[in-house]
């Protein structure tokens, strides 16, 4: 079993910035990605940031530049830096991990980038 755990969203006004977290616990020390998604209300999940292999990383092309992904493996933690933060980043983030070829995810955050 794999749990994940996210935390840090919230309200923020456009320009700022937040730290999601997710901790994960259970079978967790063959996972081949580690990453962010984000769905808003009546769209798609999709893609925000992950780590392949522990060593490669991609980005959403909307956040490249301002949104870095890193994880702290003695935590077995992954972490999501978004910086400059706009309105557009309004979403529920969810957390994901790809383990033996299954997808886990976490119960999402909420981010909402307002003035």
């Known amino acids: 079993q794999v749990q994940l755990v996210e935390s840090g969203g919230g309200l923020v006004q456009p320009g700022g910035s937040l730290r999601l977290s997710c901790a994960a616990s259970?079978?967790?020390?063959?996972?081949?990605?580690m990453g962010w998604y984000r769905q808003a209300p009546g769209k798609q999940r999709t893609l925000v940031a992950r780590?392949?292999?522990?060593?490669?990383?991609n980005y959403g092309d909307s956040v490249k530049g301002r949104f870095t992904i890193s994880t702290d493996n003695t935590k077995n933690t992954v972490y999501l830096q978004m910086n400059s933060l706009k309105p557009e980043d309004t979403a529920v983030y969810y957390c994901n991990f790809r383990i033996d070829g299954l997808s886990y995810w976490g119960q999402g955050t909420q981010v909402t980038v307002s003035s």
């Open positions: 780590i392949i292999s522990g060593v490669s990383t």
């Open positions: 259970g079978r967790i020390f063959s996972a081949s990605a």
